[in-house]
């Protein structure tokens, strides 16, 4: 049986129906992820933060995640920039749990394939998404996190607060991101 995702009445994509859920909350439990913060995962973050932020010239690095999506998401790997002209981190206002309908990284679960938007206003379908009035996130670059068992876990994206012009470099950093990450995961089985 196919499930077909959500519209509303303008015609903006709504979190998908996921039909792994299940199976993907008791992978996640199995291998001991996506109940709390990792620092290996936020340094993991760290590095892809800066890595995107060389890879499009820019002079503040854009936020990176780890991403565990079940009824929930939840960053067990987080890299947010300082919030500019004070102490703190983008990353208290963003926190470590995100409802399922803020931002994209549902649909790369269910796609199953890397999904990069320079600028999500160019894109009716995900324009509407919170985090573009909510946390003004208008670029976002995320491939999924696929185990040895076909269970997608989760991501690892990028996202930022001005369009970024991610192109084929982009899709190319994050898809190999998502592999480091899918072995490093593997090796922690100890597989």
Not at 2 to 8: A, G, K, Q, V
Not at 94 to 123: F, I, N, S, T
Request: some cysteine; charged content about 25%; overall charge negative.
């Amino acid at each position: 049986m196919t499930h077909e995702p959500l519209y509303d009445p303008p015609g903006h994509l709504l979190t998908p129906v996921d039909p792994e859920v299940p199976q993907r909350v008791a992978r996640l439990r199995e291998l001991g992820l996506g109940q709390g913060p990792d620092s290996e995962f936020d340094a993991l973050a760290r590095d892809l933060a800066e890595t995107a932020g060389r890879l499009v010239g820019s002079e503040h690095p854009p936020f990176a995640m780890v991403n565990f999506v079940t009824d929930r998401q939840y960053l067990s790997g987080l890299y947010a920039p300082p919030v500019p002209g004070s102490d703190a981190t983008g990353a208290v206002e963003l926190g470590r749990e995100v409802p399922l309908d803020h931002g994209y990284c549902p649909h790369v679960v269910m796609r199953r394939k890397a999904l990069v938007l320079d600028d999500v206003c160019d894109y009716p379908r995900f324009a509407g998404n919170p985090v573009v009035d909510r946390l003004g996130i208008r670029t976002y670059a995320g491939a999924p996190l696929i185990d040895h068992t076909g269970t997608v876990l989760g991501t690892v994206c990028i996202v930022d607060r001005d369009p970024k012009p991610w192109g084929h470099p982009g899709l190319n950093l994050i898809k190999e991101r998502a592999a480091d990450l899918v072995e490093l995961i593997r090796r922690r089985e100890g597989i």
